[in-house]
């Protein structure tokens, strides 16, 4: 029973953490790529990376956050842009090509030795070289603040300072997305992604949409980067095709094509992972599995989780069947 | 409620008896000029690898009449569609560097704009939309979502007015009532709210075509808009074609059969093999020993079987033919 509370407890606190948040709005980002308009970007995570190192590197640089924050925004429409011009045209699998290869070009130009001096290779950045100017902006007082099963330093890194704004960002995008995606701009890239050729023949300017929707989306994944770095350290590896990975899992799960579906997913995600990991803890005798291997042994459950949810519930927990972003059959 | 519902019964209505007066005195050759021509074609020609699609060299298509564009299978008619909307571009495009000579490149204007290199998008912006012969229906989304994306001018297209419903509230509420008005001629309000892939195929297209109508078209192109329709329904099809030409508009599709066609174009012009082989009103067109040929061509190496195709006047022919090779070779 008390390691049963462990976990209800290590649950509860990652259902809360800005790393769960991140996750969540990295998935928001990708909703509004491959929910709404059916593009298929396999590098979110290199939209992350792109953020999370114009942030970190020019608070080094010495430039007050609200800039910084502005580059890690103009730094991914660049991104952006550069996969876009030469794909949006092409057919939807040569962006998923490039948007893969891309972002591992940025990890590994970012890891790379011969970069150090700015990007700390493949050791990265740590959180206190660029986290002091957000710390600063906090409002909430030194000291600790105990609530129900949470309890965290009001403004220390992981505290709820940066909980909170965390969760603040989660809820203004999720209220953006559900203004946007019931305009008639949203029903215009529900009409792409069901077939372009017809929204072409309506007089709309399908590539125009396109570019917007993955410009927007990999905005949105920049700010999810910078959420993720913000409490913890900035390490290329940390944002690669397995981050990718866990997105659309998120995505997926929570159910493409709604507003709360992609915060959904990013939660549910770490506590399914949580929860394996605890009762295989608690109940699987550590010489059939060791702690490393009840781990592992998450991460095989949640893809298997994620097989089932893609064949008995293509929709997601949230989505509506008869809105299906993806084809099953 | 039925009463309202245009049929096509021999009763030719005044716009109808205009249209067809306005190419009254137009030879009957391929390739003619209109008096009042909206769409102009020339030197528009398509191959896939060895094979010619289409080779038009000159169309022109007249203002506020049905053109009735008919061929047999593989004619060429849907290539040629996609080459003028836009959504495929001519072997003879002019290109910066080894394009055609001066004066053969591919060229066409509608209504006195130059349409031939702009784009699928712009094409329609002008007022040229378009229906597809496999229908495009967006299945995932309602029959009403479907009708609004078909209008012109709503600001909330644009991404930062999106965001702030009052400014496009208000036109959406036009667009919406416009959208109810043509569904329930369409005979399709009752579905406005369910997904458009529930729909049969059938309603599909009846669907393709309202949408198309919602940005008030100069003039519509419908891609076999009778195919896969139940045949209780084609008739009311073709009435709404004529509703539409009666209401101004320039109409031209795509038929394989010649007997849809005969009711109700004011014009008909013949592909075969991706040419241009015939042209003048329905009635005496299907007479030209070009048209028979073609359709007999096709159907030399096809369905030979299948007399549907066949007017009566071609069955004459054919067994006249027949006679005078049996003559023939009793002589030998
Ligand atoms: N994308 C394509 N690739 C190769 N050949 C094509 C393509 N589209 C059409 N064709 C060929 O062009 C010819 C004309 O086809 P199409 O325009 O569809 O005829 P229609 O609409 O009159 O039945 C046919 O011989 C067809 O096989
Ligand atoms: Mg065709």
Same mark, same amino acid.
């Given at each position: 029973?008390?390691?049963?509370?462990?976990?209800?407890?290590?649950?509860?606190?990652? !259902?809360?953490?800005?790393?769960?948040?991140?996750?969540?709005?990295?998935?928001?980002?990708?909703?509004?790529?491959?929910?709404?308009?059916?593009?298929?970007?396999?590098?979110?995570?290199?939209?992350?990376?792109?953020?999370? %190192? !114009?942030?970190?590197?020019?608070?080094?640089?010495?430039?007050?956050?609200?800039?910084?924050?502005?580059?890690?925004?103009?730094?991914?429409?660049?991104?952006?842009?550069?996969?876009?011009?030469?794909?949006?045209?092409?057919?939807?699998?040569?962006?998923?090509?490039?948007?893969?290869? !891309?972002?591992?070009?940025?990890?590994?130009?970012?890891? @790379?030795?011969?970069?150090?001096?700015?990007?700390?290779?493949?050791?990265?950045?740590?959180?206190?070289?660029?986290?002091?100017?957000?710390?600063?902006?906090?409002?909430?007082?030194?000291?600790?603040?105990?609530?129900?099963?949470?309890?965290?330093?009001?403004?220390?890194?992981?505290?709820?300072?940066?909980?909170?704004?965390?969760?603040?960002?989660?809820?203004?995008?999720?209220?953006?997305?559900?203004?946007?995606?019931?305009?008639?701009?949203?029903?215009?890239?529900?009409?792409?992604?069901?077939?372009?050729?017809?929204?072409?023949?309506?007089?709309?300017?399908?590539?125009? %949409?396109?570019?917007?929707?993955?410009?927007?989306?990999?905005?949105?994944?920049?700010?999810?980067?910078?959420?993720?770095?913000?409490?913890?350290?900035?390490?290329?590896?940390?944002?690669?095709?397995?981050?990718?990975?866990?997105?659309?899992?998120?995505?997926?799960?929570?159910? !493409?094509?709604? +507003?709360?579906?992609?915060?959904?997913?990013?939660?549910?995600? =770490?506590?399914?992972?949580?929860?394996?990991?605890?009762?295989?803890?608690?109940?699987?005798?550590?010489?059939?599995?060791?702690?490393?291997?009840?781990?592992? =042994?998450?991460?095989? +459950?949640?893809?298997?989780?994620?097989?089932?949810?893609?064949?008995?519930?293509?929709?997601?927990?949230?989505?509506?069947?008869?809105?299906? @972003?993806?084809?099953?059959? | 409620?039925?009463?309202?519902?245009?049929?096509?019964?021999?009763?030719?209505?005044?716009? /109808?008896?205009?249209?067809?007066?306005?190419?009254?005195?137009?030879?009957?050759?391929? /390739?003619?000029?209109?008096?009042?021509?909206?769409?102009?074609?020339? *030197?528009?020609?398509?191959?896939?690898?060895?094979?010619?699609?289409?080779?038009?060299? *000159?169309?022109?298509?007249?203002? /506020?009449?049905?053109?009735?564009?008919?061929?047999?299978?593989?004619?060429?008619?849907?290539?040629?569609?996609?080459?003028?909307?836009?959504?495929?571009?001519?072997?003879?495009?002019?290109?910066?560097?080894?394009?055609?000579?001066?004066?053969?490149?591919?060229?066409?204007?509608?209504?006195?704009?130059?349409?031939?290199?702009?784009?699928?998008?712009?094409?329609?912006?002008?007022?040229?939309?378009?229906?597809?012969?496999?229908?495009?229906?967006?299945?995932?989304?309602?029959?009403?979502?479907?009708?609004?994306?078909?209008?012109?001018?709503?600001?909330? $297209?644009?991404?930062?007015?999106?965001?702030?419903?009052?400014?496009?509230?208000?036109?959406?509420?036009?667009?919406?009532?416009?959208?109810?008005?043509?569904?329930?001629?369409?005979? &399709?309000?009752?579905?406005?709210?369910?997904?458009?892939?529930?729909?049969?195929?059938?309603?599909?297209?009846?669907?393709?075509?309202?949408?198309?109508?919602?940005?008030?078209?100069?003039?519509?192109?419908?891609?076999?808009?009778?195919?896969?329709?139940?045949?209780?329904?084609?008739?009311?099809?073709?009435?709404?074609?004529?509703?539409?030409?009666?209401?101004?508009?320039?109409?031209?599709?795509? $038929?394989?059969?010649?007997?849809?066609?005969?009711?109700?174009?004011?014009?008909?012009?013949?592909?075969?093999?991706?040419?241009?082989?015939?042209?003048?009103?329905?009635?005496?067109?299907?007479?030209?020993?070009?048209?028979?040929?073609?359709? &007999?061509?096709?159907? *030399?190496?096809?369905?030979?079987?299948?007399?549907? &195709?066949?007017?009566?006047?071609?069955?004459? $022919?054919?067994?006249?033919?027949?006679?005078? $090779?049996?003559?023939?070779?009793?002589?030998?």
């Amino acid at each position: 029973m008390d390691q049963f509370l462990t976990t209800l407890v290590a649950i509860l606190n990652s !259902a809360i953490s800005p790393q769960t948040a991140a996750l969540a709005i990295a998935a928001i980002g990708l909703n509004i790529h491959f929910g709404y308009t059916g593009l298929l970007n396999f590098g979110q995570a290199g939209f992350m990376l792109i953020g999370a %190192y !114009a942030f970190a590197i020019s608070i080094i640089g010495g430039l007050p956050i609200i800039l910084a924050f502005l580059i890690a925004l103009v730094a991914a429409v660049l991104f952006a842009l550069i996969l876009g011009i030469p794909t949006l045209k092409l057919r939807g699998d040569y962006l998923a090509i490039v948007t893969l290869s !891309a972002a591992e070009i940025v990890r590994m130009v970012g890891r @790379s030795s011969l970069l150090t001096n700015i990007t700390g290779g493949s050791n990265g950045i740590t959180g206190n070289e660029y986290r002091g100017p957000f710390t600063d902006l906090s409002f909430f007082g030194d000291g600790r603040i105990d609530f129900g099963p949470w309890n965290y330093d009001a403004t220390g890194s992981n505290g709820w300072w940066f909980i909170a704004t965390a969760w603040f960002v989660v809820a203004l995008l999720c209220l953006f997305v559900w203004a946007i995606m019931r305009s008639p701009w949203g029903r215009v890239l529900r009409g792409i992604r069901e077939d372009e050729d017809a929204v072409r023949a309506l007089g709309k300017n399908v590539y125009s %949409y396109k570019m917007q929707a993955l410009i927007l989306g990999g905005v949105i994944g920049a700010i999810a980067g910078i959420v993720y770095i913000l409490p913890a350290s900035l390490q290329a590896d940390s944002m690669g095709r397995s981050m990718t990975y866990f997105i659309f899992t998120a995505l997926l799960l929570g159910g !493409a094509a709604t +507003v709360f579906g992609p915060v959904l997913g990013a939660i549910v995600f =770490f506590a399914l992972r949580l929860l394996v990991q605890g009762l295989a803890g608690q109940f699987v005798p550590g010489t059939i599995m060791n702690g490393q291997q009840t781990e592992q =042994f998450a991460w095989i +459950v949640i893809g298997i989780t994620l097989m089932l949810v893609v064949i008995f519930r293509p929709q997601g927990i949230l989505g509506n069947k008869k809105e299906l @972003s993806f084809d099953v059959k | 409620m039925s009463s309202d519902v245009p049929t096509t019964t021999a009763t030719i209505t005044a716009a /109808g008896a205009a249209a067809k007066a306005s190419v009254a005195d137009v030879p009957h050759e391929p /390739g003619v000029a209109k008096p009042d021509a909206i769409l102009t074609v020339d *030197h528009v020609t398509r191959r896939f690898g060895g094979v010619t699609a289409v080779d038009v060299q *000159h169309l022109e298509v007249q203002r /506020g009449i049905i053109t009735a564009l008919i061929g047999p299978n593989g004619a060429g008619k849907t290539t040629f569609f996609n080459l003028i909307t836009g959504f495929d571009k001519p072997s003879s495009a002019p290109k910066l560097i080894g394009g055609p000579k001066a004066g053969e490149a591919a060229k066409s204007s509608f209504n006195g704009n130059e349409v031939g290199n702009i784009g699928a998008t712009k094409v329609a912006k002008q007022g040229m939309v378009r229906t597809f012969q496999l229908t495009k229906a967006l299945s995932k989304l309602t029959v009403l979502e479907n009708m609004r994306l078909g209008a012109k001018d709503q600001p909330g $297209e644009n991404l930062f007015v999106a965001m702030i419903k009052p400014l496009w509230a208000k036109r959406e509420a036009e667009i919406t009532l416009k959208a109810e008005d043509l569904l329930a001629r369409f005979k &399709l309000l009752e579905k406005k709210d369910d997904m458009a892939g529930s729909l049969s195929g059938g309603q599909k297209k009846l669907l393709e075509m309202a949408r198309a109508l919602m940005s008030d078209p100069v003039m519509i192109m419908l891609d076999e808009p009778m195919a896969g329709v139940n045949p209780a329904l084609t008739q009311s099809l073709l009435g709404h074609i004529q509703a539409l030409r009666d209401d101004g508009m320039t109409v031209l599709f795509v $038929e394989h059969d010649m007997h849809m066609v005969r009711h109700i174009s004011d014009w008909v012009v013949v592909m075969a093999e991706g040419r241009v082989v015939a042209e003048g009103p329905a009635g005496t067109v299907m007479d030209d020993p070009a048209v028979i040929d073609a359709y &007999l061509g096709a159907h *030399h190496n096809t369905d030979l079987g299948d007399d549907s &195709l066949l007017t009566d006047e071609v069955a004459e $022919e054919l067994a006249a033919e027949v006679t005078a $090779e049996e003559t023939a070779e009793g002589k030998a």
